[in-house]
RNA sequence: GUGGGUGUAGUCAAGUGGUUAAGACAACGGGUUGUGGCUCCGUCAUUCGUGGGUUCGAAUCCCAUCAUCCACCCCA
């Protein structure tokens, strides 16, 4: 017990670590190319925030939040990224600034669920949001960023696809047609979506079960039924894409599981991560910061689940390239020959140099075995015979060619390369 | 919350009731304290996730429990 970590968490061991730091630079990189600014809030916030942000009637927060109380305050590590920000941008007045404003982030979040492959209870997402403005090339823009970061990544069989789940009016009339079309057909639906139909009737077009495919075909589609304005915007979002070139499939299916979102709703999707297969999911929530009691203030944004990018891009082959091994590993023999090589040593990292010795008193033999499973990239020799003479030896590992050089060159040897 | 699979060393594993639990890789040490990658030798599970039961005898059979993986639900 004491020596497993809770369930569903996973540690990021120095093995991977480098993984790790590739994608974050490189999500950090496309940011500011994009013209995002970082932004970092804290892990937990007033649970009530959730609550009114994501939606109380959702999963997130009926029975996936680790919540408890403390000085009488309901205190929740947070689910998701998005109201977070929200509640900072509207605290700072952030808005009072120009406009509009693009933040991105690297947060662990946490729910809890049941963990599967591509599921976790504590998890990492990287996100973006466009605050300030409600036209469509904001929009156009934050799927533009996905997609690009994802193709960056090496990612080839990832999908994009797009919907518009409209604003609040014209979902809930959708949702009664739709439950018009249901009722005859309830009593053979199958029990989950029997619970969706009052709670989210569009969940059950999407529903796997074989005999509700079949109920729901023909069903009326939340597209045909959007506003005008609603309908303008899709259009317009569609529009920029192509202009930029992003290639999309519209799927009415795109049902996102947040209160927050309206108009835009976008995934995208690979096929070979299994059952999690969704890498990146978005859309627009234009009234969030009013519901949260700030002004209205349009946004979009997206999730990024850096553990699924992450097995993705495993999926697809992709090749991060590993760290190297010091630019020199330190044999040394003999009492004084160690003194000179600590300060050696010493010497070199301060000149920005990765540089090893052996800390475990080994001799010559296992001190040049552990410089060659360390890969190491050159070996500098210092014993009796190349005190005397105030020289070292330099060994290039690869080539086994070794030379004696003085103490004052070893510097620019080793930056020679 | 529901359903299924799996638990033998750091890793991959053999072993399906009979006395000392194969093997490979890794790790560590050594092959006369001055040289790695190859090679050779050595060390590395009183114990098979844990607890109970059946049996003369259990890693092997039964029960419980825990962990882990996968799927549903839902989402990143």
């Not at 979102?261 to 999707?269: D, L, N, Q």
Request: charged share 30%; with cysteine; net charge negative.
């Amino acid at each position: 017990m004491l020596t497993n970590a809770p369930k569903g968490t996973k540690d990021l061991l120095p093995a991977d670590a480098y993984k790790w730091q590739y994608v974050e630079k490189a999500f950090a990189d496309i940011c500011e190319r994009y013209g995002f600014k970082e932004i970092r809030t804290p892990v937990f916030e007033h649970t009530e925030l959730f609550q009114r942000g994501v939606g109380d009637t959702t999963d997130i927060v009926q029975k996936e939040m680790y919540t408890w109380e403390q000085a009488k305050r309901s205190l929740t590590l947070r689910p998701e990224g998005t109201s977070p920000v929200v509640r900072a941008f509207v605290e700072h007045k952030l808005y009072a600034e120009v406009q509009p404003s693009k933040m991105y982030y690297n947060i662990p979040c946490f729910r809890y669920e049941k963990p599967q492959s591509g599921r976790l209870r504590a998890f990492h997402q990287f996100g973006i949001e466009i605050f300030g403005t409600d036209n469509q090339m904001a929009d156009a823009e934050v799927i533009a960023l996905g997609h690009d970061f994802i193709r960056e990544m090496g990612i080839k069989d990832v999908e994009l696809r797009i919907n518009s789940i409209g604003c609040p009016k014209c979902r809930e009339t959708y949702r009664e047609i739709l439950r018009d079309f249901l009722a005859p057909k309830y009593d053979a639906l199958c029990g989950t979506c029997k619970d969706r139909y009052e709670r989210n009737p569009m969940r059950i077009l999407d529903c796997k079960a074989p005999e509700d495919q079949e109920l729901v075909k023909g069903a009326p589609v939340m597209l045909d039924y959007i506003c005008e304005e609603c309908q303008v915007a899709f259009d317009d979002l569609k529009e920029n894409l192509d202009a930029y070139g992003i290639e999309y499939t519209v799927d009415p299916g795109i049902v996102r599981g947040l209160d927050y979102y309206t108009k835009t709703a976008f995934e995208f999707i690979s096929r070979n991560i299994g059952a999690q297969g969704t890498v990146c999911g978005g859309g627009r929530y234009d009234h969030l910061s009013e519901e949260l009691g700030g002004p209205p203030i349009p946004g979009v944004g997206f999730g990024l689940g850096i553990e699924r990018l992450l097995l993705t891009m495993e999926a697809n082959g992709v090749r991060i390239p590993e760290p190297q091994g010091a630019d020199a590993f330190i044999v040394v023999m003999g009492a004084e020959a160690k003194k000179v090589g600590l300060r050696l040593m010493r010497t070199l990292r301060q000149e920005g140099l990765k540089v090893e010795m052996d800390d475990m008193a080994r001799n010559v033999k296992n001190q040049f075995k552990y410089a060659d499973r360390t890969k190491a990239i050159k070996a500098i020799v210092i014993g009796e015979q190349e005190l005397e003479n105030n020289q070292v030896a330099i060994r290039d590992m690869e080539s086994g060619e070794q030379v004696l050089v003085g103490m004052e060159d070893i510097l620019s040897i080793l930056k020679e390369k």
